[in-house]
């Protein structure tokens, strides 16, 4: 009997393709091309996300494929990795991410209408995983690339929320995916869906597995040691600093955090390049060369997606504005 492809996947659907018998293509008069399609497409990635639907657990997408157990995968290093793995948080909050060395499983958990992303650097062996907000469009996916990983990826993964928010996750993963594909149109992009009941998802060595919810879904789990980054706190802090004196403060906090050294090193990434530019602002002389920071720097940067508002540099150029206008009147 001769098959398509897509026939197969349709009546072999949730089932994991690496665990199949070859022997169980014995007889089948496929197409070689298809037959290709199978077994590849786990390295050439996804050319476009459609096809939503709800499966059995999550949501799923055409050519997405079920998340392998991750302990099934580990077995005897499972306690050494369960030492050195970090997570997120249990409640499941959004905009929380975590990068090491790929070497360290990374996971976060209760997965709903959010989803994951997870990058991976194989030449500088980093990983970065992100638990994306429902309402993450492009220019927030650039953002997050540049700031977290300005080393570039090599590979990428998604794995969107329980099926119970299908509709939510077609309307905003679409837009990932092309943030991602834009950004780096080399490094394949998979997308993975739950082969059980809301589990917790693990990022390690460049691939994503699931640990299994030992609530059945009821609530989240970490099973690694939390790291409760979130954007809202840890890097909108940074953005607050409206003076040199706080940035100072800020990065001797983070010096005596226990963050991985791939945290520690964003974080004054981002006081570095703040600082600098405060520098620029407190340079100004004249009215004149404040206007045109001003048009550079005025509200930037405006990172809103957790819907709290980012000061920007405002209250840099309200103050120099206020020190240039004293200087002439003295």
Same mark, same amino acid.
């Given at each position: 009997?001769?098959?398509?492809?897509?026939?197969?996947?349709?009546?072999?659907?949730?089932?994991?393709?690496?665990?199949?018998?070859?022997?169980?293509?014995?007889?089948?008069?496929?197409?070689?091309?298809?037959?290709?399609?199978?077994?590849?497409?786990?390295?050439?990635?996804?050319?476009?996300?459609?096809?939503?639907?709800?499966?059995?657990?999550?949501?799923?997408?055409?050519?997405?494929?079920?998340?392998?157990?991750?302990?099934?995968?580990?077995?005897?290093?499972?306690?050494?990795?369960?030492?050195?793995?970090?997570?997120?948080?249990?409640?499941?909050?959004?905009?929380?991410?975590?990068?090491?060395?790929?070497?360290?499983?990374?996971?976060?958990?209760?997965?709903?209408?959010?989803?994951?992303?997870?990058? &991976?650097?194989?030449?500088?062996?980093? &990983?970065?995983?992100?638990?994306?907000?429902?309402?993450?469009?492009?220019?927030?996916?650039?953002?997050?690339?540049?700031?977290?990983?300005?080393?570039?990826?090599?590979?990428?993964?998604?794995?969107?929320?329980?099926?119970?928010?299908?509709?939510? &996750?077609?309307?905003?993963?679409?837009?990932?995916? /092309?943030?991602?594909?834009?950004?780096?149109?080399?490094?394949?992009? /998979?997308?993975?869906?739950?082969?059980?009941?809301?589990?917790?998802?693990?990022?390690? @060595?460049?691939?994503?597995?699931?640990?299994?919810?030992?609530?059945?879904?009821? /609530?989240?789990?970490?099973?690694?040691?939390?790291?409760?980054? @979130?954007?809202?706190?840890?890097?909108?802090?940074?953005?607050?600093?409206?003076?040199?004196?706080?940035?100072?403060?800020?990065?001797?906090?983070?010096?005596?955090?226990?963050?991985? %050294?791939?945290?520690?090193?964003?974080?004054?990434?981002?006081?570095?390049?703040?600082?600098?530019?405060?520098?620029?602002?407190?340079?100004? %002389?004249?009215?004149?060369?404040?206007? %045109?920071?001003?048009?550079?720097?005025?509200?930037?940067?405006?990172?809103?997606?957790?819907?709290?508002?980012?000061?920007?540099?405002?209250?840099?150029?309200?103050?120099?504005?206020?020190?240039?206008?004293?200087?002439?009147?003295?």
């Amino acid at each position: 009997m001769k098959i398509s492809s897509l026939q197969y996947a349709k009546e072999h659907r949730g089932q994991n393709i690496k665990k199949l018998n070859p022997q169980q293509f014995c007889g089948l008069k496929t197409e070689p091309q298809n037959i290709c399609d199978i077994f590849q497409k786990s390295n050439q990635g996804l050319k476009e996300l459609s096809g939503f639907f709800s499966g059995k657990f999550g949501t799923q997408c055409k050519g997405s494929r079920a998340l392998e157990s991750f302990f099934d995968t580990v077995k005897e290093q499972a306690k050494e990795l369960i030492e050195r793995g970090q997570s997120t948080n249990k409640e499941g909050f959004a905009f929380s991410f975590l990068k090491t060395n790929a070497d360290n499983p990374i996971s976060t958990s209760e997965v709903r209408d959010c989803s994951v992303m997870y990058l &991976h650097n194989e030449n500088k062996n980093t &990983h970065f995983l992100f638990h994306l907000y429902k309402n993450t469009f492009e220019n927030d996916v650039e953002y997050i690339i540049k700031t977290f990983m300005p080393e570039n990826f090599s590979s990428a993964a998604l794995v969107p929320g329980i099926k119970n928010w299908v509709s939510r &996750h077609e309307t905003y993963l679409p837009d990932v995916f /092309n943030a991602i594909k834009n950004y780096n149109p080399k490094a394949p992009i /998979n997308v993975f869906h739950f082969s059980s009941n809301m589990p917790e998802i693990v990022g390690y @060595r460049g691939k994503i597995y699931e640990i299994s919810n030992k609530t059945h879904g009821r /609530n989240g789990q970490a099973t690694f040691k939390i790291h409760d980054l @979130r954007t809202y706190n840890d890097l909108y802090a940074v953005e607050r600093c409206d003076r040199l004196q706080d940035l100072k403060i800020l990065s001797e906090i983070i010096k005596k955090e226990d963050y991985d %050294k791939e945290i520690k090193k964003i974080l004054y990434n981002l006081i570095t390049k703040r600082k600098a530019i405060i520098k620029e602002i407190q340079s100004c %002389k004249t009215s004149e060369e404040l206007d %045109k920071i001003s048009l550079k720097y005025e509200g930037s940067p405006y990172w809103n997606l957790a819907g709290v508002p980012i000061r920007g540099y405002d209250k840099v150029i309200e103050r120099q504005s206020y020190k240039i206008a004293e200087s002439k009147n003295s």
